[in-house]
T-cell receptor
Framework: GEDVEQSLFLSVREGDSSVINCTYT??????LYWYKQEPGAGLQLLTY?????DMKQDQRLTVLLNKKDKHLSLRIADTQTGDSAIYFC?????????????FGGGTRLMVKP | DAMVIQNPRYQVTQFGKPVTLSCSQT?????MYWYQQKSSQAPKLLFH???????NEADTPDNFQSRRPNTSFCFLDIRSPGLGDAAMYLC????????????FGPGTRLTVT
């Protein structure tokens, strides 16, 4: 079955880099995503990576995918206090009913000034 | 500019009193999803519509129903809310054929008193 796991917490100082890790089990995943959720808000898509890529960079965000180990990471460079939020990784699986996401439990990122 | 709209943002209902949450989209997407998210947990898919086809997750309680009268609107009905149904309810959409991601609304936080 599908299972996506993340560590619960990460604390960094402002200006440092943050690395949030995720492991998944479904080798047929086509896309993997990172979503950000601020308190009391919905999920905001940050970035995604197609499964045939091993890296994607988007401004301060770098996504690394190790498909062999089924490991995904999100690196945030120059972390700011506004980056404090919960980060969810998700894998996409597809069936006849459409585009399904399986979410990890979320990593709470705390950025200290 | 709002693409996925949820109303109301905050809803208080009494134990056992039926409540309806609404979602609308301006994206003309085929697929609409309802998720339940309890505090500090991952979103859990309740059901989704592929056009008019309703797809219920196996572990979604019978207490939860949904309606999709047209492409733009989707409703979540909780027939007899219990205290355990207090959560954030997230609506999301995706296009069928080229959908890489799901677009989330801001959520409705439901309190049951």
């Amino acid at each position: 079955g599908e299972d996506v796991e993340q560590s619960l917490f990460l604390s960094v100082r402002e200006g440092d880099s943050s690395v949030i890790n995720c492991t998944y089990t479904d080798s047929s995943s086509t896309y993997l995503y990172w979503y950000k959720q601020e308190p009391g808000a919905g999920l905001q898509l940050l970035t995604y990576i197609f499964s045939n890529m091993d890296m994607k960079q988007d401004q301060r965000l770098t996504v690394l995918l190790n498909k062999k180990d089924k490991h995904l990471s999100l690196r945030i460079a120059d972390t700011q206090t506004g980056d404090s939020a919960i980060y969810f990784c998700a894998e996409r699986t597809q069936n006849n009913a459409g585009n399904m996401l399986t979410f990890g439990g979320g990593t709470r990122l705390m950025v200290k000034p | 500019d709002a693409m996925v709209i949820q109303n109301p943002r905050y809803q208080v209902t009494q134990f056992g009193k039926p409540v309806t949450l609404s979602c609308s989209q301006t994206l003309n997407h085929n697929v609409m999803y309802w998720y339940q998210q309890k505090s500090s947990q991952a979103p859990k898919l309740l059901f989704h519509y592929y056009d008019k086809d309703f797809n219920n997750e196996a572990d979604t309680p019978d207490n939860f129903q949904s309606r999709r009268p047209n492409t733009s609107f989707c409703f979540l009905d909780i027939r007899s809310p219990g205290l355990g149904d207090a959560a954030m309810y997230l609506c999301a959409t995706s296009p069928r054929d080229r959908g890489r991601e799901q677009y989330f609304g801001p959520g409705t936080r439901l309190t049951v008193t």
